[in-house]
Structures are given as structure tokens and as C-alpha cells.
């Protein structure tokens, strides 16, 4: 029943399941999630991401990818994102997104021209294909939504929310959907949850982004798919709905994204 819309299947750390993937898969049914999109980061990861959503996707677990360069990878790869080769890659059924791409001012300053160049291609590739954006904002919240309204983006996810709501609301605004990682759930976020308390319900979706950013109460070990029903008990908690209730309604509000162009 739960959607995990952000994590990174080729990265996870599988020390606890002896180096299988197949443990980290099983762990994902236990924990009832049923979907799942892999995220792509760099063109050298696209095989890898493919193999295992062919491999792993079944009838109790529905894999996607998506396709896309991160802003914090070198200038060359953000170079060489170039729109034909976006579609080119992205075209297929598996793919089900665009991204992530988009502005992290923390990590990489000095590529910041090359990164909003490299954010506009994502975009004209989405609106290419009509497959929505994941976008990973960091310390460029302004320079974000500007991109995103400049070209006419309209369609998309803005992954590990972590601005205020008036950033949220511009991205709303926009009809873009905002997805609430483990860091939700931490001591310190409070205006995060203030954040959350605000975007309608039929916006609202959740992920892990694993391996990084575990959500309490497995804070500070490896992220895994199998904990997004933890962000879920935070939202529901927030919202005063229950674990499921989240769980179903993000899990709808996820295919409702995929399927707002077709
Ligand atoms: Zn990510």
C-alpha cells in the first residue's frame, strides 16, 4: 500500500542482508510497499537502476526509474544532459520521471550557471515526454521556483522537502506535488512540520531517498525502502489521520501524478 517516490536501489547498504538486494526487496513487502521509483542521479547509473527494476518488479511490487542528471554531479555530466539525449533515455514505460535535477547551492556553488542550464533541459525533456519533474532543491529556493515558472514547468515532484511553506506554496501553485522525507520526523524540524501541516492532502506524497536520511526511530542507520511507513506515522501524527490513511492517500496522490498527462 505504501509508495516510496524517492530512493536510490542501487546505492542502499546491504551489509544487514549479506550483500543481497533481495533482502532489502523482501524487507519492502514485509513493510507493505507495493511501489517504488528508483532514482537516477547520473547517465553511468541508468543500467544498473534498469536491471534491478526488471529484475525486482513483480505482482506485489510495482518498480519504476527515473532519468536525469543531479545538480551536484561534475560539469561534464551536467554538460552532457542534453535534451535529445534526456528523451532519447527516458522515452520507455519503465521510466516513470524526469530527474532528479534542479538547484543545490550548498554542495556545488560554483556550477551554478550550469546547473540552471542543465535544470531548464529537464524541464523542456519533461514537457517533451509529459513525465513530471523530481526536483531537488538545496539552498536555491528562489532561483528554483524562478526556473521552473521561466519554463513553464507545470508537472513534478519536489523531492526531500525541506523549505518554508511560501516555497511550498509557489511550488503548489505551479501544480507541483511535495514529498516529505525521514527528515520530518526529526527532533529539530519543526517548521518543516509546520510546512507540512499546510500543502492539501491530495499533494502530499512520501519517500526515503535511501540510503541517506532514515527517519526516526532509525535515525543515523542506513535508509532503506522498507522504512517510508515511518514517515507516514509522522504525517499521520502531524495530520491526525492514521498510518494507512497516509500511506493509501500518498500512494494515490502518486498515481494521480503519473497519470496527469496521459
Ligand atoms: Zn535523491
Known sequence: MFTDTHCHLNRLNLEKYNGELTGAIDAMKEANVTRAMAIMCDFAEYDTIYDIVQSYSSDSLTLGMSVGIHPCEDLDVLKSATVERLVDMAAADHVWAIGETGLDYYWSE??????????????????????????????????TIDILKAEKAEHGIIHCFTEDWE???QALDLGFYISFSGIVSFKSAQSLREAA?????????????SPYLAPVPKRGKPNEPAYVP????????????????????????????LAQYV
Do not use: M, W
Request: glycine letters at 2%; charged letters at 30%.
Open 230 to 257: 515511518y514517515v507516514a506515522s509522522c504525517l499521520a501524527e502531524l495530520l491526525n489521520k492514521s498510518q494507512e490513511e497516509i500511506g493509501q492517500l500518498t500512494a494515490k496522490n502518486f498515481e494521480n501524478l
Open 110 to 143: 560554483e556550477n551554478k550557471k550550469e546547473q540552471q542550464a542543465s535544470l531548464a533541459r529537464h524541464i523542456h525533456a519533461s514537457q517533451t515526454l509529459k513525465k513530471p519533474l523530481v526536483i531537488h532543491t538545496r539552498e536555491a529556493k528562489y532561483d
Open 167 to 169: 516555497t511550498a506554496k
Open 197 to 209: 501541516l499546510q500543502v492539501p492532502l491530495d499533494r502530499l506524497l512520501i519517500e526515503t531517498d
